[in-house]
Every structure is written in C-alpha cells, then in structure tokens.
C-alpha cells in the first residue's frame, strides 16, 4: 500500500519548521557569544521543559522512549551542534551540513523501521551527498570560514538528530501520543547532564558570571531557541514523523540551508565560497530529486 500523501496542512507544517530551523543557527551563534556551549544548551532545555511541568502531563509512552529521546536530540544533537558552531562553524554551512541527518535516517530507518527506499530517495540523497563533500572540502582555519573541527562535530549533530527521529516514529508505533507533552518532558532529561559538562568545561565561577551578566539578546536567543525552535518546530516535526515515513518528511530538511545562508549573510555577513556554494545547489537538488522523482515516474506509468 502506498503511503498517504502529505496534505496542504502537512506541507505547511513543514515549510514553518524550515524557516524556524533556518533562523535558528544564526540565533545560535548570538547565543554562543556571551554564553558557552554547555550552559546554552542547559538554559535552553530549562527553559523549554520547567515553566510546562506542572500543567503538561507525562506523555503516555514508556519512559526509556522520552530519555532516548531527550539524550539523542538534546544532549547529543545540540551538544555537539553548539560545540562545533564555538569552534569555527559557520552558522550558514552549519545549516547545510546538519542536513546529512537525512542520510543517516535513510539508512538507519530501513533497517531498524524496516522502512523501504524509493530509488529516488537514494538518487537524490547520492546528489545531495556529493554537494556535501564538495562543501566538507572547502574549509579553512582564517576568519569567516568553517573549520574542519567545526565540520566534524556538526557532521556528529547530525548523526545524533537522525538517531532522534528514529526514536520518535518507534515511540508513535508503541502508543498514540501528543508530540507537545514528549518535547517537553524529554527537555528535562539534557539539563543536568548540560550544566554539569558546562561546570567541568568552564567552571563554576565562569558559569555564574555567564548566568549573572546575561544579556538581553541571550536571554532573547535561549526563548527562540526554547520556545519556537524546541517546542514548536519539534513538536510539529514529530507530528510530521507519527504520520508519515522518516524518508519522506526528513528530506524537508533539506530546504533549512536556504534559510540559513540567507539569514547568515544578513547578520553576519557570511559569504560561503564558489565550491560550498555549488555543494549547496548539489544538496537543493538532491531535495527535489528525492521528493518528485517517485512522483514523476507514477505519472508517466498512470
């Protein structure tokens, strides 16, 4: 049986995740300037997670799914996200390279979902992939330019969000859940991990001093981040994923990257180079290659 298709609602779900993820590492990089890595990602998930507990009831799901869900997505995803953005990611390239999850969750979710794979979707990921490492082999250490450190720990991001999808559809195959109490109540579970790498990283003198001298664009950076990148962008992704198979809604991610170099030029004046620009449209194609390859062939057929 052919999977449902997404219907206009879906779509413009997924279009609101793409803008709210493609602003999102800009609003990152203002974070990370007068905060570190581990101490945003604490402020963050506690900002998404305390204010809700007392009216948000715990997810009618087995706890192991919220705690995986929580260390994949949360502690691993933005831990190293955030880490690789200090250590000289861009924060345009960083919103292309973090869509290399959609490989990893093709090739995690066939065996593990036992999810099939249109030829397209792996036509079109061969063309994305490509663009990605002629963007891999573009960096630099001068001013501006992505690192390969950087490149490296978004590339583990990466991994760690495809690692987090594959729990939220097994999480929708054990019980129908509301996806907004799940992102709740799985932020709780990166907090303490998060600040305790933050004290033994940086201190706990240095992490009071970030804590008391929070400015009003950080304060304003960990709420987007909190309150419309986590809570809202993911409790739509995830609605996205209950519905419909992981090979057919990650691949939207792939949009994110025209968003984030956009907002990466205005900001911060980011202007990628010639050859991470052609891995860019490689990446843009790819998208369109997995997304109407299936659908054009099932037209001349019919």
């Known amino acids: 049986m052919n999977p449902v298709p997404l219907s206009r609602g879906d779509l413009l779900r997924a279009l609101a995740v793409v803008v709210i993820w493609g602003l999102n590492f800009v609003v990152m990089k203002i974070g990370l300037q007068g905060i570190g890595p581990m101490l945003l990602g604490a402020l963050r998930f506690a900002a998404a997670a305390l204010p809700f507990l007392l009216f948000v009831k715990f997810p009618k799901l087995p706890w192991r799914y919220v705690v995986a869900y929580g260390l994949a997505q949360g502690l691993g995803?933005?831990?190293?996200?955030?880490?690789?953005?200090?250590?000289?990611?861009?924060?345009?390239?960083?919103?292309?390279?973090?869509?290399?999850?959609?490989?990893?969750?093709?090739?995690?979710?066939?065996?593990?979902?036992g999810e099939r794979a249109r030829w397209s979707q792996g036509l079109g990921l061969l063309v994305a992939l490509g663009g990605l490492v002629l963007i891999a082999t573009a960096h630099g250490e001068g001013p501006g330019q992505m690192t390969l450190a950087g490149f490296v720990l978004t590339l583990s991001a990466a991994f760690m969000w495809a690692v987090s999808n594959l729990v939220a559809r097994l999480a929708s195959r054990v019980a129908d859940y509301e996806p907004f109490p799940f992102i709740v109540w799985s932020s709780v579970v990166p907090i303490v991990p998060f600040m305790?790498?933050?004290?033994?990283?940086?201190?706990?003198?240095?992490?009071?001093?970030?804590?008391?001298?929070?400015?009003?664009?950080?304060?304003?950076?960990?709420?987007?981040?909190?309150?419309?990148?986590?809570?809202?962008?993911?409790?739509?992704?995830?609605?996205?994923?209950?519905?419909?198979?992981?090979?057919?809604?990650?691949?939207?991610?792939?949009?994110?990257?025209?968003?984030?170099?956009s907002a990466a030029w205005v900001f911060f004046g980011e202007l990628p180079l010639f050859q991470q620009w052609l891995g860019t449209g490689a990446v843009l194609m790819g998208l369109v290659v997995n997304q109407l390859g299936g659908w054009l062939v099932s037209r001349r057929s019919s």
């Open 77 to 113: 995803q933005f831990g190293f996200l955030f880490l690789g953005l200090q250590m000289g990611m861009t924060a345009g390239m960083a919103s292309v390279v973090m869509q290399t999850q959609a490989f990893f969750t093709l090739l995690l979710a066939v065996p593990v979902l």
């Open 196 to 261: 305790a790498l933050a004290l033994w990283m940086d201190g706990p003198s240095v992490v009071w001093a970030q804590v008391a001298g929070l400015s009003l664009s950080a304060v304003l950076a960990v709420l987007f981040l909190a309150w419309l990148a986590t809570l809202l962008a993911y409790t739509l992704w995830t609605q996205l994923l209950q519905r419909h198979p992981a090979g057919r809604v990650t691949p939207f991610s792939l949009l994110v990257p025209v968003v984030g170099l």
